[in-house]
């Protein structure tokens, strides 16, 4: 079992002991809370342990229980299967269940995968509300699914437990690392939504928009000075405020990781990392919103299997021109168009990195990463865009909300939950 699923076990142990057994949640104070964490996740670190007991006493006081006494109203679930320490007749499967009831066209919304709809981690549901939930379930189940867009029923089963969620009887839980000097808080995800979707109020770019265009050959090898496109935004939409930082870095000829990562206060006032990860931007969500604010596909004039020719040449030549000579006011920083400390114009360099492309072994995969390059130019073509539109912080924001599996739009599709974090 990964470090990770021994995380989730342990916290999922760590909210039954704190809530079903009104064990304490200071540290070293209770010897069962302790035993239990420790056989979910042996070894676990003080600041892992410290963390998931922090976690208990934010997700304590968002449900209005009193630490100390004993509630024994709730059944509990990790995800990824039984743990050690919970009782049989205290779990339970119903968000297991409702992802296995999918169909395939129904799970194929997400790719296949779970987390897409939903990103919990654990689950805690009403023990006196279990049954008549899973009875509602296969009875909308039966009356949705034949015949019906698959959107249909899924749709139905986010308001369901969405409301489910409101008046705490259903709690998908997702498990982020605490960061260090922050407290722990919870978030509740996809349950603001009207028909129009969020209220996006701001958004803006924090940070230059980095990508540097500078590739030396050092032993041998041929590489760009830094391979990833970087910067920091904030938005305001709904009851969200959010600073994050935004990573695009190449995974394949064809795609990149595309990572915003919360940003947030320490103990300093300063904003530094979050250490964990919120996600990536699925790739055709990505492909989406470059579509939605360039009009252009996101691998258009990047050749796949052959190198540039002369007319995708002439056209990056002026599109990076134009970036460079019209920000839309945001700020951007391409680096300074070097190839091994020699100074070029901008479309000069893009004539030189794509006689560069020859794909050769030992070059690190030039080859890739100068179609992430490219991809690079069309994000910042897509920022500039939506900034002349007056689509900046709707951007912002819904990029930020794809990598979280969080709702903008009533075209989004994943489940509430809470994040824990």
């Known amino acids: 079992m990964a470090d990770t699923a021994k995380f ?31 056989k979910e996740y042996p070894g676990m670190s003080r600041e892992w342990r410290e963390g998931i007991l922090a976690g208990a ?3 304590m006081d968002y449900l209005g229980h009193r630490p100390g006494t004993k509630d024994g109203s709730y059944l509990y679930a990790h995800y990824d299967g039984r743990t050690k320490t919970i009782p049989a007749n205290d779990s339970s499967t119903i968000i297991n269940d409702v992802w296995d009831g999918f169909t395939k066209a129904q799970k194929d919304i997400f790719t296949g995968k779970k987390d897409s709809w939903n990103t919990a981690d654990v689950y805690m549901v009403k023990r006196s509300q279990e049954t008549s939930l899973k009875r509602y379930i296969e009875e909308l189940k039966s009356e949705l699914t034949e015949g019906m867009d698959p959107e ?28 260090r000097g922050a407290d722990v808080k919870i978030t509740e995800t996809n349950l603001t939504m009207g028909p129009d979707g969020l209220d996006v109020q701001d958004g803006s770019i924090e940070t230059p928009m980095k990508t540097v265009f500078d590739i030396a050959t050092r032993r041998g090898d041929t590489d760009f000075a830094g391979n990833s496109l970087r910067f920091a935004a904030r938005f305001e939409a709904g009851t969200y405020a959010k600073k ?59 050749p796949m299997n052959r190198v540039l020719n002369d007319n995708e040449i002439s056209y990056w030549q002026s599109y990076v021109k134009k970036i460079v000579q019209n920000s839309g006011g945001l700020p951007i920083d391409l680096g300074n168009f070097t190839i091994d400390g020699k100074k070029l114009t901008p479309e000069k360099f893009i004539q030189a990195m794509a006689l560069m492309d020859k794909g050769k072994p030992g070059n690190k995969n030039l080859d890739q990463k100068i179609r992430a ?49």
């Open 244 to 302: 994050y930082s935004w990573e695009s870095k190449g995974s394949s000829k064809t795609a990149d990781a595309t990572e915003p990562r919360d940003l947030v206060l320490n103990n300093k006032g300063k904003y530094t990392t979050a250490t964990a990860r919120n996600g990536s931007i699925p790739g055709p969500k990505m492909a989406d919103l470059v579509k939605t604010y360039t009009g252009e596909d996101i691998n258009h004039n990047i």
């Open 373 to 421: 390059k490219l991809r690079h130019l069309r994000y910042i073509r897509m920022f500039i865009d939506a900034k002349k539109a007056g689509k900046m912080a709707e951007l912002i924001t819904h990029a930020y909300f794809l990598s979280s599996k969080m709702n903008i739009s009533q075209a989004d599709m994943a489940g509430p939950f809470i994040k824990v974090q």
């Open 152 to 179: 249909v029923y899924v749709g139905t089963i986010n308001t369901l437990m969405s409301k489910a969620l409101k008046d705490k009887i259903l709690l998908p839980i997702s498990l982020k690392q605490k960061t």
């Open 57 to 59: 006493d934010a997700l």
């Open 8 to 38: 989730e076990a342990a916290s999922i142990a760590c909210y039954y002991q704190a809530i079903n057994n009104g064990q304490s949640t200071e540290p070293g104070a209770s010897p069962e809370m302790t035993d239990a964490m420790d």
